[in-house]
């Protein structure tokens, strides 16, 4: 498989989706990068381990990231389609573009995004859907609470 | 003015504000009640106070109401319109109501709640406005940041 920027992007959000894993948690990770390709900021999903529904991948990896004064031409990298809560962050903020590990588990605002400006890179990434397909056989209840069904 | 249950959830929302502004933070506050009045989460925007862009008002109560199996028939209140991310949150978790002190100074997403099926209650407070009113004149630069402009 080619090796983008993307897909080595994705590689550490899949990195935090594993640990979150090991964790009993929900298995989503992300990371925020700067256009030069920088990191600002990585995470997980920290609803069980830190008793934080806030705490979603996205969100985890944004407060990582700490007070940035522009978002102008950074890159939000997830393992899976960002819920509304989450996208709704990237159109706030101005987060140029999402690259998606995949959107065959769940779908959320992505679409949405991309009808707003947002560059959405979707990458169908096989490990992404395999966390998820484990996950949400094994817990279906915990998956259900962490997007509000 | 009336005191119906709406303007007395307002005012724990505004406590949170002039709280966050005594801190010289973002005057802006929320609180969620349950179906039944209980009080679960109240917070304040804590952007400068944390050094935390994801506490918004609304996603610091919402944290502060801890794990939750359902948001049906839950109210957020919160002193000004709910931007995107926050609207994000309140669409994903299926919050069911939101009782908003004010739209004027800033205008987020609450018609697309609207268009969603969230009960949107539109208060405009004055003491919300002059808040919002007086920090954005006086913080600018604060402001602009908190909604990525």
Redesign the interface.
């Known amino acids: 498989m080619e090796q983008t920027p993307e897909r080595a992007w994705l590689a550490t959000a899949v990195e935090e989706a594993r640990a979150g894993l090991a964790e009993s948690g929900v298995p989503i990770g992300a990371a925020l990068y700067a256009a030069d390709g920088t990191l600002l900021g990585r995470g997980r999903n920290r ?1 069980v381990q830190d ?5 979603h991948a996205e ?2 990896a ?2 990582a ?7 102008r031409g950074t890159t939000m990298v997830t393992t899976l389609s960002p ?7 990237v ?4 987060i140029s573009r999402v690259v998606i590990g995949e959107a065959v588990t769940f779908s ?2 992505h679409g949405w995004l991309a009808d707003h400006g947002v560059r959405i890179v979707l990458l169908d990434d096989p490990e992404c859907v395999a966390l998820m397909r484990g996950f949400v056989a094994e817990r279906p209840e915990l998956w259900r ?1 962490d ?3």
């Open positions: 609803r008793g934080d529904p806030s705490a969100t985890a944004f407060r990231a700490g007070r940035q004064r522009s978002y819920c509304w809560y989450c996208s709704g962050l159109r706030q903020f101005g959320g605002g609470e997007i509000g069904e």
